[in-house]
């Protein structure tokens, strides 16, 4: 057998001609995320005045999520834990963890290990920081001394996107596309 290097391209331009396995969740493609997407204020669910995400994927079957974090002020935005691994690429401005001495730039990536406690910082003069975020499991909110004061998941974005979306006219069932 042949090497993919070796063969011509025209031999490999032949779609699987099988189905795909039963009950296959669909592809999920969405156009535009890092251009027209950042534009529609509409698409950006709200969790605070100035905070605001957009989910990619919901993934209520695995328990996580991908969205886009999209924060318009400096300073604190959370203290939390994770319950999982999170991966991030920063897209727009900086960020950093109190906890930490590394900061995030625009074209960075951060990886945070299932397990990790940290609050996340936006530095001064920072506009707007947006960040591509995969989160695995959820977080719990904790004050200084790590009690819980409250948690996020696949499912609590889920139930703030569909009120978000009813509320703009999109109507609750704009959520559905996101949902795995």
């Known amino acids: 057998m042949s090497s993919l290097l070796e063969r011509r391209p025209d031999e490999q331009a032949i779609p699987y001609a099988l189905p795909q396995v039963p009950f296959m969740s669909p592809d999920l493609v969405h156009l535009g995320v890092l251009d027209q997407w950042l534009k529609d204020d509409a698409l950006w669910v709200p969790t605070t005045a100035t905070v605001s995400f957009k989910p990619l994927l919901l993934s209520a079957s ?21 319950t999982g691994p999170v991966h991030a690429i920063v897209l727009k401005g900086r960020w950093y963890y109190l906890e930490h001495d590394w900061i995030a730039e625009q074209g960075s990536y ?56 009813e509320a703009s006219g999109l109507g609750a069932d704009y959520v559905k596309q996101f949902i795995r």
């Open 62 to 82: 695995q328990g996580y999520y991908v969205n886009l974090l999209r924060v318009r002020q400096s300073g604190v935005l959370s203290r939390h834990r994770h």
């Open 110 to 165: 951060a990886h945070e290990p299932a397990g990790e406690t940290h609050t996340l910082y936006v530095p001064e003069g920072v506009d707007e920081m947006i960040t591509w975020f995969h989160v695995t499991g959820g977080y719990t909110y904790v004050d200084p001394q790590g009690v819980a004061v409250g948690y996020e998941d696949v499912f609590t974005k889920i139930e703030a996107a569909t009120r978000h979306y």
